[in-house]
């Protein structure tokens, strides 16, 4: 690129099977070859395409990082599907490598991108990269790039949640239980679904930019004891604990349509859903004192089943409703996919892009943030359930885990499902479990 101040970036992506094993690499170099920042992944069972339209994803989110937004960027790759549809020549036909091409053109456009197929032999580092990933997760080890030295001192480090959202958005809509593909691995023990179909475990994963590393570790628990626990020092008081109920079926969730602020009931199914998680929370461990709930009728409902079998009151409070999805609401996918391509691909790569009438997902989280400080606020110590729906729910786990804004899109909720979240006084919030469902079945 010679001396003009742009970046480059080379993807790779290899499954070991095709589908098989699969893995990515990407690296973010400067127009002087020096390298600034590496990416890699194990992503568990996908097919090539796959692998390598996540490399890319990989290694624009690591740029972005790099505070390089509206820069001149050189994207090389060595498959010539990625770069030709990428460019606009060839057409997307496969379906299940559709959200991940929107989500990598709504990436590109905050660049100015200049497509380049390269020979593999040219394409060795990024090749490397997504190798090492996969060979990690073979051992049952997570992925660890090498010391960046080549770097310049000025290269600016990525500051913890600075990444945009991995945004494979199907999975974080209320309604939505099934999204077209998954584009990044599930938390704590789902599998995520290749763009085939097909499904795995992800494995090691990692970025390490020229400033240091950026990354979080989580797991579940499922111990009540809210006395402190594990590698934590004991609390010097008892946690208060939040009980996260997803609510239950409405029609919406059957056909898989966005539900925001629309207000559908239970259906059937859904009461019944209730009325098991209902009877677990009225149990041991459990011991319920307080029982909070979104205003939405839906989550309302649920609420009143545990109400109803634990003899508490609900509260109401308004900040722990879903998104509201504006001209989307009632809409599927394939339907917003259709009539509105470009605010989806917008909305898909920026969580600060709203939906055409409604709210963006920053805003979602500033609200849900402040609902939780007056929430552990007002019930300190105390067992709270709070009922609530998908967005909310993810977050207030985002935010407990100190995690970034793509961590979203790799977990997973059930309906009825239930999370919960310890917070200390005097120490960190503690995620203890996540999308169970053992009452359900």
Known sequence: MGATGGFIVEADGGSRGNPGPAGYGAVVKDDAGRVLAE???????????????????????ALLALGAEGGQVEVRMDSKLVIEQMAGRWKV???GLRPLAL?????????RVTWTWIPRERNSHADRLANEA????????????????SAPE??????????PPNTDAPTLFD?????????????????????????????????RTAGGDAGTAAGTATSHDRRGHGWMPRATRVATSLLLLRHGQTPLSVEKRFSGLGDPSLTPTGLAQAEAAALRLSRQPYEVEVIVASPLTRARQTAEAV?????????????????????????TFAEIQQRWPRELAAWLADPDSAPPGGESFASTARRVEQARDRIVKAHEGRSVVVVSHVTPIKMLVRFALGAPPEALYRMHLDLACLSAIDYYADGPAVVRALNDIAHLS
Request: proline residues 4%; charged residues 25%; aromatic residues 4%.
């Open 39 to 61: 990416a890699a992944e194990s992503i568990g069972t996908a097919t090539n395409n796959v692998a390598e339209y996540r490399g890319l994803i990989a290694g624009l989110r």
């Open 93 to 95: 036909k496969h379906e």
């Open 103 to 111: 989500e990598a053109a709504g990436l590109a456009r905050r660049f």
């Open 134 to 149: 996969m060979d990690a997760a073979a051992r049952g080890e997570t992925w660890q790039a090498s010391e960046i030295t």
């Open 154 to 163: 000025s290269a600016p480090a990525v500051e913890p949640g600075a990444e």
């Open 175 to 207: 309604e939505v239980s099934a999204a077209p593909a998954h584009v990044g691995p599930a938390a704590a023990g789902s599998a995520p679904a290749a763009a085939d179909g097909r499904t795995g475990t992800s494995g090691a994963s990692g970025v």
């Open 307 to 331: 109400a109803a079998r634990t003899g508490l009151t609900v509260l109401v409070d308004d900040d722990l409703r879903e998104t509201d999805f504006g001209d989307w609401e009632g809409h």
